[in-house]
């Protein structure tokens, strides 16, 4: 066991290693169980604790003081504690945030690893992406030949799994980033058949977001492939080539999209939506939003406590008519809105300083993987609260804190 691990975490001490496996086996399964992932990443937090004690490593932290960036965003959920009455109910909701916290002050004070343990971890990602999307397809595909029942698209594609399509998109967002930046970074050392590879894996997951049809996540997926064929032209002095290799691209998908009636449906909830089609979400988020703005202007941006704050939602979902906000209990399914209705302008200001101030040192220190991650997280919490749920926190707590250990480049 010990030389395997050795092999696999070169030059570090035993319990560092011992680390390293719970962070890969909760890289490994994340992408496929919100629950099982926790479980590993505490026994990393466990290891890494002993890390702290037995192998010296507090001497040497203060690496990366933007480090504790990260823990500003925890605070930024504190104020919808502090102003609830019912505190105990509140704590509920905040202690399954301490993720948010606890990592990135843990990998404040370990020694970051070297950049080929570095790539290995964030490779496995795009592996284990790469795998959920085989075997999600494998499951459709058989449920068709089996049954006749086309499971190709939005939740039906995932059924498999406890994860919502709109996070496993915001997952294969950032493995298709992980994979363009290692593939541009590395293109000149790059054999032709591994060339390929990196080509038919960008296919694979972008034509896989197509199907999945969660809208906020093909809109990242879009932003991506335009910035990634842009870089692409400006590095090789190609730009015009670039373009018409982008609108190709583009033509292809799209093209893809408008054979399947499952994502041309989809698609079209986007300009076409009623009063009367609740599975329509376009139209769901337009009653949550309105009556969380309800909520907020009538409690003059104070916030109304973690306690109640669905409670009090509910409520406004009455007076609006929105009976299946009412019966589900819906969150805003907007991040930002959350937090003003939990914690009042505090806790928004809160977040909107830490997230600016981690964008601004991911784009000056030239740290592009955590930039652009940066920016799937502001994006993909337009529509939904990713900091309320499992998936979303342990995404966030794990890769935020990783790539910020990432060294900055030297190259643009």
């Keep these: 066991m010990k030389n395997r691990l050795a092999n696999i975490f070169p030059d570090t001490s035993f319990i560092y290693k011992v680390f390293y496996f719970f962070v890969f086996a909760t890289i490994l399964v994340l992408p496929f169980h919100k629950i099982f992932a926790s479980f590993p990443l505490t026994f990393a937090g466990m290891a890494g604790v002993i890390a702290l004690l037995f192998s010296g490593g507090v001497k040497s932290g203060n690496r990366?003081?933007?480090?504790?960036?990260?823990?500003?965003?925890?605070?930024?959920?504190?104020?919808?504690?502090?102003?609830?009455?019912?505190?105990?109910?509140?704590?509920?909701?905040?202690?399954?945030?301490?993720?948010?916290?606890?990592?990135?002050?843990?990998?404040?004070?370990?020694?970051?690893?070297?950049?080929?343990?570095?790539?290995?971890?964030?490779?496995?990602?795009?592996?284990?992406?790469?795998?959920?999307?085989?075997?999600?397809?494998?499951?459709?595909?058989?449920?068709?030949?089996?049954?006749?029942?086309?499971?190709?698209?939005?939740?039906?594609?995932?059924?498999?799994?406890?994860?919502?399509?709109?996070?496993?998109g915001m997952y294969i967002n950032f493995a298709i980033v992980i994979t363009g930046i290692d593939f541009f970074r590395n293109n000149s050392k790059l054999e032709k058949k591994q060339r390929i590879f990196y080509l038919i894996a960008l296919a694979i997951m972008f034509v896989y977001l197509l199907i999945l049809t969660a809208k906020t996540a093909i809109l990242i997926g879009g932003i991506s492939l335009i910035w990634m064929f842009v870089y692409w032209g400006k590095k090789q002095g190609k730009f015009k080539l670039a373009i018409t290799y982008l609108i190709l691209a583009l033509v292809l998908l799209s093209a893809i999209a408008l054979s399947n009636k499952d994502i041309r449906t989809r698609v079209g909830m986007l300009f076409n939506y009623n009063e009367v089609n609740y599975d329509n979400s376009v139209l769901s988020r337009q009653y949550q939003w309105l009556s969380a703005w309800q909520l907020i202007n009538d409690s003059n941006w104070q916030g109304v406590g973690a306690d109640v704050s669905t409670d009090k939602l509910v409520e406004y979902y009455a007076?609006?008519?929105?009976?299946?906000?009412?019966?589900?209990?819906?969150?805003?399914?907007?991040?930002?809105?959350?937090?003003?209705?939990?914690?009042?302008?505090?806790?928004?200001?809160?977040?909107?300083?830490?997230?600016?101030?981690?964008?601004?040192?991911?784009?000056?220190?030239?740290?592009?993987?955590?930039?652009?991650?940066?920016?799937?997280?502001?994006?993909?919490?337009?529509?939904?609260?990713?900091?309320?749920?499992?998936?979303?926190?342990?995404?966030?707590?794990l890769f935020g804190p990783l790539l910020i250990w990432e060294k900055p480049s030297k190259k643009a």
């Design 64 to 168: 990366n003081p933007e480090m504790l960036l990260w823990c500003l965003i925890f605070f930024a959920f504190l104020p919808g504690f502090f102003i609830a009455n019912d505190q105990s109910l509140a704590w509920k909701d905040v202690s399954g945030k301490l993720y948010l916290f606890a990592t990135p002050l843990l990998f404040f004070f370990l020694k970051p690893p070297d950049e080929k343990l570095f790539r290995r971890m964030l490779r496995l990602f795009v592996f284990s992406c790469l795998v959920f999307i085989l075997v999600s397809i494998s499951i459709a595909i058989y449920n068709f030949l089996m049954h006749g029942v086309s499971h190709f698209f939005y939740k039906e594609l995932v059924r498999f799994t406890t994860m919502h399509p709109s996070y496993i």
């Design 319 to 397: 007076k609006n008519n929105f009976q299946k906000g009412v019966d589900e209990r819906y969150n805003t399914h907007n991040q930002y809105l959350q937090l003003v209705v939990d914690g009042g302008w505090p806790a928004l200001l809160m977040f909107c300083i830490a997230l600016a101030a981690l964008l601004h040192v991911a784009y000056w220190s030239r740290r592009y993987m955590l930039f652009f991650f940066l920016l799937i997280l502001s994006i993909s919490i337009l529509t939904e609260c990713m900091f309320e749920t499992l998936s979303g926190i342990l995404f966030f707590a």
